[in-house]
Protein backbone atom coordinates (compact mmCIF):
# COMPACT_ATOMS: atom_id res chain seq x y z
CA UNK A 1 0.00 0.00 0.00
CA UNK A 2 1.82 2.93 -1.30
CA UNK A 3 1.57 6.26 1.18
CA UNK A 4 3.27 9.62 1.00
CA UNK A 5 5.24 10.22 3.48
CA UNK A 6 6.70 13.52 4.79
CA UNK A 7 10.21 12.85 6.87
CA UNK A 8 11.35 15.77 9.08
CA UNK A 9 15.33 15.59 10.23
CA UNK A 10 16.48 17.46 12.76
CA UNK A 11 19.82 18.36 13.93
CA UNK A 12 21.46 14.99 15.60
CA UNK A 13 23.99 12.77 14.59
CA UNK A 14 21.46 10.21 14.33
CA UNK A 15 20.77 12.06 10.95
CA UNK A 16 22.81 10.16 8.83
CA UNK A 17 20.97 7.02 9.59
CA UNK A 18 17.62 9.02 8.02
CA UNK A 19 19.51 8.12 4.59
CA UNK A 20 19.19 4.38 4.97
CA UNK A 21 15.32 5.31 6.38
CA UNK A 22 14.90 7.13 2.85
CA UNK A 23 16.00 4.04 1.33
CA UNK A 24 14.09 1.66 2.56
CA UNK A 25 10.80 3.03 2.62
CA UNK A 26 11.06 3.96 -1.36
CA UNK A 27 11.80 0.42 -1.32
CA UNK A 28 8.41 -0.66 0.22
CA UNK A 29 6.89 1.37 -3.14
CA UNK A 30 6.82 4.87 -0.62
CA UNK A 31 6.28 8.40 -2.40
CA UNK A 32 8.86 10.28 0.33
CA UNK A 33 8.98 14.19 1.03
CA UNK A 34 12.04 15.14 3.24
CA UNK A 35 12.29 18.23 5.03
CA UNK A 36 14.95 19.81 6.97
CA UNK A 37 15.65 21.91 10.01
CA UNK A 38 18.72 24.43 9.55
CA UNK A 39 20.44 22.28 12.19
CA UNK A 40 20.12 18.52 10.58
CA UNK A 41 21.36 20.39 7.34
CA UNK A 42 24.75 21.07 8.95
CA UNK A 43 25.11 17.01 9.41
CA UNK A 44 23.80 16.04 6.20
CA UNK A 45 23.47 17.95 2.79
CA UNK A 46 19.84 18.14 1.27
CA UNK A 47 21.22 17.31 -2.01
CA UNK A 48 21.87 13.71 -0.32
CA UNK A 49 18.29 13.29 0.72
CA UNK A 50 17.15 15.19 -2.89
CA UNK A 51 19.31 12.11 -4.44
CA UNK A 52 17.91 9.38 -2.37
CA UNK A 53 14.08 10.57 -2.07
CA UNK A 54 13.80 12.08 -5.94
CA UNK A 55 12.24 15.09 -4.64
CA UNK A 56 13.29 18.63 -4.10
CA UNK A 57 13.75 18.94 0.10
CA UNK A 58 12.18 21.63 2.20
CA UNK A 59 14.36 23.64 4.47
CA UNK A 60 14.50 26.90 6.57
CA UNK A 61 15.89 28.52 2.93
CA UNK A 62 13.19 27.55 0.65
CA UNK A 63 11.78 25.01 -1.77
CA UNK A 64 8.03 25.53 -0.81
CA UNK A 65 7.25 27.60 -4.11
CA UNK A 66 4.43 29.66 -2.53
CA UNK A 67 5.83 29.80 1.07
CA UNK A 68 3.45 27.78 2.90
CA UNK A 69 5.68 25.02 3.00
CA UNK A 70 3.96 23.83 6.90
CA UNK A 71 0.76 23.99 4.92
CA UNK A 72 1.27 21.81 1.27
CA UNK A 73 3.74 19.34 1.99
CA UNK A 74 1.41 18.23 5.38
CA UNK A 75 -1.84 18.28 3.25
CA UNK A 76 -0.25 15.58 0.83
CA UNK A 77 1.31 13.52 3.00
CA UNK A 78 -0.65 10.47 4.79
CA UNK A 79 1.92 10.39 7.73
CA UNK A 80 4.93 12.53 9.11
CA UNK A 81 7.61 11.01 10.39
CA UNK A 82 9.88 13.12 12.26
CA UNK A 83 13.62 10.90 12.43
CA UNK A 84 15.51 11.78 14.42
CA UNK A 85 13.61 13.74 16.67
CA UNK A 86 16.02 16.05 19.45
CA UNK A 87 14.63 16.54 22.51
CA UNK A 88 14.38 20.55 21.81
CA UNK A 89 11.94 19.73 18.79
CA UNK A 90 9.90 17.28 20.99
CA UNK A 91 9.94 19.82 24.11
CA UNK A 92 8.57 22.72 21.37
CA UNK A 93 5.99 19.79 19.54
CA UNK A 94 4.39 19.01 23.33
CA UNK A 95 4.37 22.97 24.40
CA UNK A 96 2.41 23.97 20.78
CA UNK A 97 5.38 25.97 19.73
CA UNK A 98 5.81 26.65 16.12
CA UNK A 99 9.27 28.57 15.55
CA UNK A 100 10.59 27.03 12.48
CA UNK A 101 9.81 25.13 9.46
CA UNK A 102 8.98 21.24 10.77
CA UNK A 103 7.59 22.61 14.18
CA UNK A 104 5.02 24.79 12.22
CA UNK A 105 4.51 21.64 10.06
CA UNK A 106 3.32 19.41 12.88
CA UNK A 107 1.02 22.44 14.20
CA UNK A 108 -0.12 22.71 10.76
CA UNK A 109 -1.01 18.81 9.74
CA UNK A 110 -3.96 16.92 9.72
CA UNK A 111 -2.09 13.41 9.06
CA UNK A 112 -0.75 11.34 12.23
CA UNK A 113 2.56 12.42 13.43
CA UNK A 114 5.22 9.57 14.15
CA UNK A 115 8.34 10.44 16.35
CA UNK A 116 11.71 8.56 16.41
CA UNK A 117 13.68 10.18 19.45
CA UNK A 118 17.91 10.39 19.36
CA UNK A 119 19.26 12.11 22.31
CA UNK A 120 22.23 11.37 25.41
CA UNK A 121 20.92 9.12 27.68
CA UNK A 122 20.64 11.39 30.65
CA UNK A 123 18.70 13.78 28.09
CA UNK A 124 16.39 11.21 27.64
CA UNK A 125 16.15 10.52 31.30
CA UNK A 126 15.47 14.07 32.07
CA UNK A 127 12.10 14.78 34.11
CA UNK A 128 11.46 17.55 31.73
CA UNK A 129 11.93 15.23 28.78
CA UNK A 130 10.02 12.62 29.77
CA UNK A 131 6.99 14.84 31.23
CA UNK A 132 7.07 15.87 26.96
CA UNK A 133 6.91 12.71 25.89
CA UNK A 134 3.96 11.73 28.24
CA UNK A 135 2.47 14.90 27.23
CA UNK A 136 2.88 13.96 23.49
CA UNK A 137 1.43 10.81 23.87
CA UNK A 138 -1.40 12.22 25.60
CA UNK A 139 -1.81 14.43 22.31
CA UNK A 140 -1.80 11.47 19.74
CA UNK A 141 1.48 11.17 18.69
CA UNK A 142 3.23 8.11 18.01
CA UNK A 143 6.52 7.61 20.08
CA UNK A 144 9.22 5.28 18.66
CA UNK A 145 10.50 3.84 21.90
CA UNK A 146 14.90 5.16 21.99
CA UNK A 147 16.84 1.98 21.85
CA UNK A 148 19.35 1.18 23.95
CA UNK A 149 23.60 0.68 23.20
CA UNK A 150 26.45 3.16 22.46
CA UNK A 151 26.26 6.62 21.84
CA UNK A 152 27.86 8.78 19.40
CA UNK A 153 29.10 10.74 22.75
CA UNK A 154 30.70 7.93 24.17
CA UNK A 155 28.41 7.18 27.03
CA UNK A 156 25.68 4.14 26.61
CA UNK A 157 22.22 3.75 27.66
CA UNK A 158 18.61 4.64 25.98
CA UNK A 159 18.30 6.97 23.58
CA UNK A 160 19.75 6.03 20.35
CA UNK A 161 17.33 6.60 17.33
CA UNK A 162 15.83 3.09 16.64
CA UNK A 163 17.32 1.57 13.62
CA UNK A 164 16.13 2.41 10.00
CA UNK A 165 15.21 -1.01 9.42
CA UNK A 166 12.96 -1.13 12.85
CA UNK A 167 11.10 1.94 11.98
CA UNK A 168 10.88 1.12 8.29
CA UNK A 169 8.75 -2.03 9.60
CA UNK A 170 6.80 -0.90 12.06
CA UNK A 171 5.71 2.63 9.94
CA UNK A 172 2.91 0.44 8.34
CA UNK A 173 1.67 -0.12 11.89
CA UNK A 174 0.27 3.47 12.05
CA UNK A 175 -2.15 3.33 8.78
CA UNK A 176 -3.20 -0.31 8.50
CA UNK A 177 -6.44 -1.66 9.86
CA UNK A 178 -6.73 -2.94 13.35
CA UNK A 179 -9.03 -6.14 13.28
CA UNK A 180 -7.14 -7.45 16.26
CA UNK A 181 -7.24 -4.37 18.10
CA UNK A 182 -7.26 -5.60 21.94
CA UNK A 183 -6.75 -8.98 21.23
CA UNK A 184 -3.66 -10.89 22.65
CA UNK A 185 -2.11 -13.16 20.70
CA UNK A 186 0.18 -16.50 21.90
CA UNK A 187 2.30 -17.73 18.91
CA UNK A 188 4.89 -20.45 18.69
CA UNK A 189 7.31 -20.36 15.88
CA UNK A 190 10.67 -22.20 15.07
CA UNK A 191 11.83 -25.54 14.75
CA UNK A 192 12.04 -27.43 17.70
CA UNK A 193 15.30 -29.25 18.95
CA UNK A 194 15.42 -32.64 20.91
CA UNK A 195 18.87 -33.51 21.90
CA UNK A 196 20.47 -36.79 21.55
CA UNK A 197 23.62 -36.14 23.80
CA UNK A 198 25.08 -32.43 24.01
CA UNK A 199 26.27 -31.69 20.27
CA UNK A 200 23.76 -33.97 18.25
CA UNK A 201 19.75 -33.90 18.13
CA UNK A 202 16.41 -33.83 16.49
CA UNK A 203 14.95 -30.77 14.16
CA UNK A 204 13.62 -30.10 10.87
CA UNK A 205 14.21 -27.47 7.81
CA UNK A 206 11.45 -25.29 9.53
CA UNK A 207 12.99 -21.66 9.12
CA UNK A 208 10.34 -19.99 11.48
CA UNK A 209 9.11 -17.29 8.00
CA UNK A 210 6.03 -18.20 8.65
CA UNK A 211 5.65 -17.54 11.74
CA UNK A 212 7.39 -14.45 11.51
CA UNK A 213 5.36 -13.33 9.28
CA UNK A 214 2.22 -13.50 11.29
CA UNK A 215 3.34 -12.64 14.63
CA UNK A 216 4.16 -9.32 12.23
CA UNK A 217 0.99 -9.89 10.83
CA UNK A 218 -0.91 -9.77 14.50
CA UNK A 219 0.73 -6.86 15.70
CA UNK A 220 0.52 -5.23 12.30
CA UNK A 221 -3.65 -6.12 12.93
CA UNK A 222 -3.49 -4.56 16.40
CA UNK A 223 -2.75 -7.19 18.44
CA UNK A 224 -0.28 -7.69 21.67
CA UNK A 225 1.38 -10.81 20.33
CA UNK A 226 3.66 -13.24 22.62
CA UNK A 227 6.25 -15.18 20.84
CA UNK A 228 7.59 -18.85 21.79
CA UNK A 229 10.09 -19.38 19.80
CA UNK A 230 12.67 -22.17 18.86
CA UNK A 231 15.38 -22.57 16.34
CA UNK A 232 14.66 -19.70 13.74
CA UNK A 233 17.03 -18.40 10.56
CA UNK A 234 14.97 -15.45 10.53
CA UNK A 235 15.00 -12.48 13.32
CA UNK A 236 11.80 -12.03 15.18
CA UNK A 237 9.82 -8.99 14.42
CA UNK A 238 9.44 -6.07 16.15
CA UNK A 239 7.41 -4.85 18.75
CA UNK A 240 6.43 -8.14 20.16
CA UNK A 241 4.99 -7.62 23.44
CA UNK A 242 6.56 -11.12 24.93
CA UNK A 243 9.36 -13.63 23.59
CA UNK A 244 10.67 -16.69 25.05
CA UNK A 245 12.53 -19.24 23.49
CA UNK A 246 11.92 -22.69 24.03
CA UNK A 247 13.73 -25.20 22.02
CA UNK A 248 12.26 -28.09 22.66
CA UNK A 249 8.74 -29.26 22.43
CA UNK A 250 8.67 -29.97 26.62
CA UNK A 251 10.30 -26.39 26.95
CA UNK A 252 7.82 -24.97 24.03
CA UNK A 253 4.69 -26.30 25.78
CA UNK A 254 5.51 -25.00 29.25
CA UNK A 255 6.17 -21.54 28.02
CA UNK A 256 2.33 -21.54 26.48
CA UNK A 257 1.31 -22.44 29.22
CA UNK A 258 2.30 -19.95 31.32
CA UNK A 259 1.77 -17.43 28.72
CA UNK A 260 -1.63 -18.58 28.69
CA UNK A 261 -2.10 -18.66 32.55
CA UNK A 262 -2.01 -15.15 32.09
CA UNK A 263 -4.66 -14.60 29.29
CA UNK A 264 -5.06 -15.03 26.10
CA UNK A 265 -7.43 -14.78 22.72
CA UNK A 266 -5.67 -16.52 19.95
CA UNK A 267 -3.42 -18.89 20.05
CA UNK A 268 -1.72 -19.57 17.03
CA UNK A 269 0.74 -22.62 16.77
CA UNK A 270 3.05 -21.86 13.89
CA UNK A 271 6.31 -23.85 15.62
CA UNK A 272 7.11 -27.24 13.73
CA UNK A 273 7.51 -28.89 16.72
CA UNK A 274 9.13 -32.75 16.93
CA UNK A 275 6.87 -35.49 17.51
CA UNK A 276 8.61 -37.48 19.19
CA UNK A 277 11.73 -36.78 22.15
CA UNK A 278 14.93 -38.96 22.78
CA UNK A 279 14.02 -40.94 25.56
CA UNK A 280 18.01 -41.82 26.69
CA UNK A 281 19.29 -38.94 25.90
CA UNK A 282 23.32 -39.11 26.32
CA UNK A 283 24.89 -36.81 28.87
CA UNK A 284 28.49 -37.17 27.20
CA UNK A 285 28.90 -37.26 23.37
CA UNK A 286 28.21 -40.69 21.99
CA UNK A 287 31.31 -42.23 20.05
CA UNK A 288 32.11 -44.78 17.68
CA UNK A 289 33.19 -47.74 20.04
CA UNK A 290 34.47 -50.25 16.64
CA UNK A 291 31.82 -52.55 16.77
CA UNK A 292 30.11 -51.63 13.69
CA UNK A 293 27.14 -51.46 15.63
CA UNK A 294 25.12 -47.34 15.93
CA UNK A 295 24.14 -46.40 19.30
CA UNK A 296 20.16 -47.54 20.29
CA UNK A 297 18.25 -44.49 20.06
CA UNK A 298 14.63 -44.91 22.06
CA UNK A 299 12.07 -42.46 21.03
CA UNK A 300 8.99 -41.01 23.15
CA UNK A 301 5.88 -38.97 22.26
CA UNK A 302 6.16 -35.38 22.93
CA UNK A 303 3.26 -33.86 24.33
CA UNK A 304 1.08 -32.42 21.38
CA UNK A 305 0.87 -28.35 22.63
CA UNK A 306 -2.10 -27.58 19.79
CA UNK A 307 -4.57 -29.74 21.37
CA UNK A 308 -3.83 -29.42 24.88
CA UNK A 309 -4.31 -25.87 24.35
CA UNK A 310 -7.67 -26.49 22.20
CA UNK A 311 -8.85 -29.12 24.73
CA UNK A 312 -7.94 -26.56 28.01
CA UNK A 313 -10.81 -25.24 29.58
CA UNK A 314 -11.73 -21.72 28.56
CA UNK A 315 -9.38 -22.55 25.87
CA UNK A 316 -8.65 -19.02 23.06
CA UNK A 317 -9.11 -19.08 19.72
CA UNK A 318 -6.32 -21.93 18.28
CA UNK A 319 -5.53 -21.54 14.79
CA UNK A 320 -2.86 -25.09 13.97
CA UNK A 321 -0.86 -25.54 11.05
CA UNK A 322 -0.52 -29.04 8.42
CA UNK A 323 2.53 -29.09 6.84
CA UNK A 324 2.24 -32.28 5.21
CA UNK A 325 3.61 -34.06 2.33
CA UNK A 326 1.08 -35.78 0.02
CA UNK A 327 -2.46 -36.40 0.84
CA UNK A 328 -2.21 -32.34 2.10
CA UNK A 329 -6.65 -31.62 2.24
CA UNK A 330 -7.37 -35.08 3.24
CA UNK A 331 -4.51 -35.26 6.65
CA UNK A 332 -5.64 -31.77 7.33
CA UNK A 333 -9.12 -32.33 7.39
CA UNK A 334 -9.09 -35.42 9.79
CA UNK A 335 -6.18 -33.35 12.20
CA UNK A 336 -8.41 -30.19 12.31
CA UNK A 337 -11.20 -32.61 13.48
CA UNK A 338 -9.24 -34.53 15.86
CA UNK A 339 -7.62 -31.61 17.65
CA UNK A 340 -10.90 -29.57 17.78
CA UNK A 341 -9.17 -26.30 16.32
CA UNK A 342 -11.79 -23.75 14.92
CA UNK A 343 -8.70 -22.72 12.12
CA UNK A 344 -6.27 -24.83 10.51
CA UNK A 345 -3.42 -23.82 7.48
CA UNK A 346 -2.54 -26.79 5.67
CA UNK A 347 0.75 -26.45 3.34
CA UNK A 348 2.63 -28.76 1.05
CA UNK A 349 5.85 -29.19 2.69
CA UNK A 350 7.70 -28.81 -0.51
CA UNK A 351 6.30 -25.51 -1.22
CA UNK A 352 6.62 -23.89 1.89
CA UNK A 353 9.36 -25.16 4.28
CA UNK A 354 12.45 -23.60 3.87
CA UNK A 355 11.13 -21.40 1.18
CA UNK A 356 10.08 -17.67 1.08
CA UNK A 357 6.58 -18.25 -0.09
CA UNK A 358 3.59 -20.60 0.47
CA UNK A 359 0.29 -22.14 -0.76
CA UNK A 360 -1.82 -22.70 1.43
CA UNK A 361 -5.30 -23.78 2.13
CA UNK A 362 -7.60 -22.02 4.91
CA UNK A 363 -9.91 -25.06 6.82
CA UNK A 364 -12.26 -23.53 9.16
CA UNK A 365 -16.43 -24.60 10.43
CA UNK A 366 -17.88 -22.44 7.46
CA UNK A 367 -15.27 -23.31 4.17
CA UNK A 368 -12.11 -24.46 2.88
CA UNK A 369 -10.30 -21.48 1.33
CA UNK A 370 -7.32 -22.52 -1.24
CA UNK A 371 -4.84 -19.50 -2.16
CA UNK A 372 -2.58 -19.04 -4.94
CA UNK A 373 1.06 -19.29 -4.26
CA UNK A 374 2.23 -16.07 -2.62
CA UNK A 375 4.88 -14.62 -0.39
CA UNK A 376 4.70 -16.01 3.32
CA UNK A 377 3.61 -12.04 4.41
CA UNK A 378 0.83 -12.39 2.06
CA UNK A 379 -0.16 -15.81 2.82
CA UNK A 380 -0.02 -14.34 7.22
CA UNK A 381 -2.21 -11.55 5.97
CA UNK A 382 -4.79 -13.56 4.25
CA UNK A 383 -4.94 -15.86 7.85
CA UNK A 384 -5.10 -12.92 9.81
CA UNK A 385 -8.13 -11.93 7.47
CA UNK A 386 -9.66 -14.72 8.25
CA UNK A 387 -8.95 -14.89 11.94
CA UNK A 388 -10.59 -11.56 12.30
CA UNK A 389 -13.47 -12.59 10.57
CA UNK A 390 -14.30 -15.66 12.59
CA UNK A 391 -13.63 -13.74 15.65
CA UNK A 392 -16.17 -11.25 15.29
CA UNK A 393 -18.49 -14.13 14.45
CA UNK A 394 -18.39 -16.06 17.29
CA UNK A 395 -18.39 -12.51 19.89
CA UNK A 396 -21.94 -11.77 18.14
Known amino acids: MQKHILLAIT ?4 AYKSCELVRLLKKQGHHITVAMSQAATEFVAPQTFQALSGNPVLTEQGGAGNGMAHINATRAADIMLIAPATANTLAKIAH ?5 LITEMVAARNCPLVVAPAMNVEMWHNPANLRNIKQL ?5 HVLQPAAGEQAC ?3 GVGRMQEPSDIAELLPDFWLDKPLLGKKVVLTVGASY ?6 RGITNISSGQMGVALARACRQAGA ?5 YANLQVPLPKGMAYTEQAQS ?3 MYDAVFRRLDLGADVFIGVAAVADYRVKNRATQKLKKDGSGSPPVIELTENPDILQAVAQRENAPFCVGFAAESENVLAYARAKRAKKGVPLLVANDVSVAMGQSSNQIIMLDDEQETALPEMSKDAAAQAIVSRLATLLARSSD
Not at 11 to 14: E, L, T, V
Not at 96 to 100: S, T, V
Not at 224 to 228: A, K, N, S
Open 11 to 14: GGIA
Open 96 to 100: GIADN
Open 137 to 141: AQDGV
Open 154 to 156: GET
Open 194 to 199: EAIDPV
Open 224 to 228: QVDVI
Open 249 to 251: AQA
